[in-house]
Structure formats: C-alpha cells, structure tokens
C-alpha cells in the first residue's frame, strides 16, 4: 500500500477490556509515532519509535497504554482495562529519517462503553 | 500554558473569502513550521513546511512565520467549499528525532 494503514477502523468495546490497534507504516519509514485525538481536540502525543533507539514514551497517559514496534514493520498501541475517557480517534503517523513531515492513518475511532 | 496556542474556533466565511489562521508558541528553539489539512474522518495531511521566519507561497495558500513575536499563519485566498477542515499548525526544533507539537486545529467551514 502506498499509505499508512491502521485497523480496526472502528472499535467498540466496554468498560474494563483490553483492546489492540495496529499500524502499519509507509515502507521505508523509520519513524513512527501514536496520537490521539479526542472529539473537537488537537493531537495528543502517546509514543515515538526511531528505528532501533528505545522508544519516547512521555505521552502515554498511565501504565495500562503500552505500544510496540518490531523493527521498522507494524506497531501495536494496547489499552488495558479501558475506560470511558480512552474513547477517542487514535492516529499512527511515519516519516522518513531526518524530515519532519509526517504521514498520517486515517485513525481508529475507540469507543469505550 | 501550552506550548502551542491555536483558536480552535470554528470559523466560518464565504465563498471567496481570504481566510486567516493563526498559531501562537512559547518555545523560541522552534525552527520548523507545518500546517496540517484534516478533513473529517480523516487523518491529518501535510500543507505547508516552512523553515525559520519568512513567508511561503503554494497556489492559494500563504504561510508566514514571525519568530519574533513567536506568530505564524496561513492565509488562504479565493477560500472554497473543499477548503472546509480543520487546521492544525505544527512546529518542531528540529529535522527529524524532536517531538512535533500540534496546536489543537480550527475548524474552518466555507459556505458556498
């Protein structure tokens, strides 16, 4: 594919679950960043991997946000036990090395029952 | 205060109007100056890239940076019906490897 893609494009789920969003990057993008996006809000930085250096995560907003990333592949953002507030548009981004410009996914929209 | 000051709006013109959008910073390390187009439902798409101070042109769009009063906008002239998103400004100290801050967007509506 020519752009970043993100699944599920849609996710519903209730209070207290685990739920699983996967990006998948432009190839050859070595950086690749989460978001989030809640309703009329900007964006929320989560998570950034850079190649092989650890990953900032100074925005993910408790301990049960995690992400992963293998390599310069697919990336998993996970929310344990969610809750209501977590419902939101969850964006993935990639760019090149060296050059700002960011390649956004259309998002998953999270809602949390 | 936010590094990032953005009116989130929402504003809305006429057709053919020239449009104005304005960001605010607090962080003079920035060098990198972006506008962001997000239609609805839809993820964020790069517009316009600026280094430093200065004003670029791309067809109907006009970004200019102010590093002295920490100011940047996006004009848009002959404003359109297509032209109906949000715009978030972006900004960044640095190529690759420093976090990009986003302003929260304006939600722009142009009325045919």
């Known amino acids: 594919g020519a752009g970043v893609s993100q699944s599920p494009s849609n996710k519903v789920t209730e209070k207290g679950k685990d739920v699983e969003l996967r990006c998948d990057p432009i190839?050859?993008?070595?950086?690749l960043y989460w978001y989030r996006q809640r309703l009329g809000q900007g964006l929320e930085f989560l998570i950034y991997?850079?190649?092989?250096?650890?990953?900032?995560k100074s925005g993910l907003p408790s301990d049960r946000f995690s992400a992963e990333r293998t390599g310069e592949s697919v990336s998993t953002l996970t929310i344990q036990r969610t809750q209501q507030e977590d419902s939101a548009v969850y964006l993935c981004?990639?760019?090149?090395?060296?050059?700002?410009?960011?390649?956004f996914g259309p998002g998953t929209r999270l809602t949390v029952l | 205060q936010k590094e990032v000051e953005q009116d989130p709006g929402p504003l809305s013109v006429p057709e053919g109007a020239i449009v104005s959008l304005n960001c605010t910073y607090s962080?003079?390390?920035?060098?990198?100056f972006m506008w962001y187009r997000q239609y609805s439902r839809k993820g964020p798409e790069l517009l316009m890239y600026?280094?430093?101070?200065g004003n670029k042109e791309d067809g109907r769009f006009t970004a200019q940076v102010d590093k002295s009063s920490k100011y940047i906008s996006l004009f848009i002239r002959d404003s359109q019906p297509s032209d109906s998103a949000t715009y978030l400004c972006?900004?960044?100290?640095?190529?690759?490897?420093?976090?990009?801050?986003f302003g929260a967007g304006t939600r722009l509506f142009v009325k045919a």
């Open positions: 981004a990639s760019r090149v090395a060296g050059v700002n410009e960011q390649f």
């Open positions: 190839s050859g993008h070595t950086a």
């Open positions: 991997f850079q190649g092989n250096s650890a990953p900032d």
């Open positions: 962080n003079s390390a920035f060098q990198y």
């Open positions: 600026t280094y430093s101070s």
């Open positions: 972006a900004m960044s100290a640095g190529s690759g490897g420093f976090k990009t801050i």
